[in-house]
């Protein structure tokens, strides 16, 4: 479980786009699978693509070993910028970042079923952001779709692999500028 006390903002350079976004996740989610539930996702500046990512953590030293331990790696596609402390007292909007779910071809009830045909035209129809990813289990390529929805209460948080919350371990982060 984590709080999102600070926070460190990855810009994407020197174009950003989706294919520079999802590498960078893709670096990111090793690292958040190494330290599970350390590292919280955010998209500041939804729902435009990806110019840059947040990233929460609890602590600054959690931030530190977030940046060396992806440093070589993301170094040509963008940089972190210093650590930010969320203020104590803020008072302003949350948001929940959480995978929208699209079921799998395998997942469908019927074998005529358009259950994920549906999912995937209600995010497309939405503008959902998306990131484009490769399985490295199955070679498969699949959409991540982010949805921020406004929250009430901030908490103590359990992000997934992704840093995104879930249906069933839903979380806010502060909608910091």
Same mark, same amino acid.
């Given at each position: 479980?984590?709080?999102?006390?600070?926070?460190?903002?990855?810009?994407? /350079?020197? &174009?950003?786009?989706? #294919?520079?976004?999802?590498? *960078?996740? !893709?670096?990111?989610? =090793?690292?958040?699978? %190494?330290?599970?539930?350390?590292?919280?996702?955010?998209?500041?500046?939804?729902?435009?693509?990806?110019?840059?990512?947040?990233?929460?953590?609890?602590?600054?030293?959690?931030?530190?070993?977030?940046?060396?331990?992806?440093?070589?790696?993301?170094?040509?596609?963008?940089?972190?910028?210093?650590?930010?402390?969320?203020?104590?007292?803020?008072?302003?909007?949350?948001? /929940?970042? &959480?995978?929208?779910? #699209?079921?799998?071809?395998? *997942?469908? !009830?019927?074998?005529? =079923?358009?259950?994920? %045909?549906?999912?995937?035209?209600?995010?497309?129809?939405?503008?959902?952001?998306?990131?484009?990813?490769?399985?490295?289990?199955?070679?498969?390529?699949?959409?991540?779709?982010?949805?921020?929805?406004?929250?009430?209460?901030?908490?103590?948080?359990?992000?997934?692999?992704?840093?995104?919350?879930?249906?069933?371990?839903?979380?806010?982060?502060?909608?910091?500028?």
């Amino acid at each position: 479980m984590m709080e999102p006390c600070h926070y460190a903002d990855f810009q994407l /350079s020197p &174009r950003p786009s989706p #294919i520079t976004a999802a590498l *960078a996740l !893709r670096v990111l989610h =090793g690292v958040f699978g %190494l330290y599970p539930g350390l590292y919280a996702l955010a998209l500041p500046d939804y729902p435009r693509s990806f110019p840059r990512l947040r990233v929460f953590a609890t602590s600054r030293e959690a931030l530190d070993l977030l940046v060396t331990t992806t440093e070589p790696p993301l170094n040509e596609i963008g940089r972190f910028a210093y650590p930010k402390v969320v203020p104590e007292d803020f008072d302003g909007p949350w948001v /929940s970042y &959480r995978r929208y779910r #699209i079921p799998s071809r395998k *997942a469908e !009830r019927k074998p005529e =079923g358009n259950l994920r %045909l549906r999912r995937i035209q209600t995010a497309d129809a939405a503008e959902l952001p998306y990131f484009a990813l490769r399985s490295q289990s199955n070679g498969q390529s699949w959409r991540l779709y982010v949805e921020a929805q406004p929250a009430s209460a901030p908490g103590l948080a359990e992000p997934d692999i992704y840093g995104l919350a879930t249906a069933s371990r839903p979380f806010a982060l502060p909608r910091l500028p």
